[in-house]
């Protein structure tokens, strides 16, 4: 079993920086993506970025803007950037088994329905 579990969550005002952590325990040789997602009130849940941590190959969603960067570095990071009230949401970290092919293409990896361990989320709020 693998467990994640989310922290750095926050209230920050618009143009303000947060750094999200999510700790990986259990059978963590099951994964080999990582994934930050977020979900707003009334919306689905949508990929902001993947990595694949065995040679730091990332993924970003449009929406990520070069303002939201994806790391691993035993953890899982997301250093969040220049924020805006459009970035409120709870945040949540996943993981996955993905195949090589998914692993070089990208495809997939920013879709919710494809992570199989997920966190508790992590809640961010951004003020104007």
């Known amino acids: 079993q693998v467990q994640l579990q989310e922290s750095g969550g926050d209230v920050v005002q618009a143009g303000g920086s947060l750094r999200l952590s999510c700790k990986a325990s259990?059978?963590?040789?099951?994964?080999?993506?990582m994934a930050w997602f977020r979900q707003s009130p009334g919306k689905e849940r949508e990929g902001v970025a993947a990595?694949?941590?065995?040679?730091s190959r990332t993924y970003y969603a449009d929406s990520a803007q070069d303002r939201l960067i994806i790391s691993h570095a035993g953890d899982l990071y997301l250093q969040m950037n220049n924020l805006a009230p459009e970035d409120t949401a709870m945040y949540y970290c996943?993981?996955?088994?993905?195949?090589?092919?998914?692993?070089?293409?990208?495809?997939?990896?920013?879709?919710?329905?494809?992570?199989?361990?997920w966190g508790q989320g992590t809640q961010v709020t951004v003020s104007s």
């Open positions: 259990g059978s963590t040789s099951s994964f080999n993506v």
């Open positions: 990595i694949y941590p065995a040679d």
């Open positions: 996943a993981a996955k088994a993905a195949t090589l092919t998914s692993v070089w293409s990208g495809r997939g990896l920013l879709d919710p329905r494809q992570y199989r361990w």
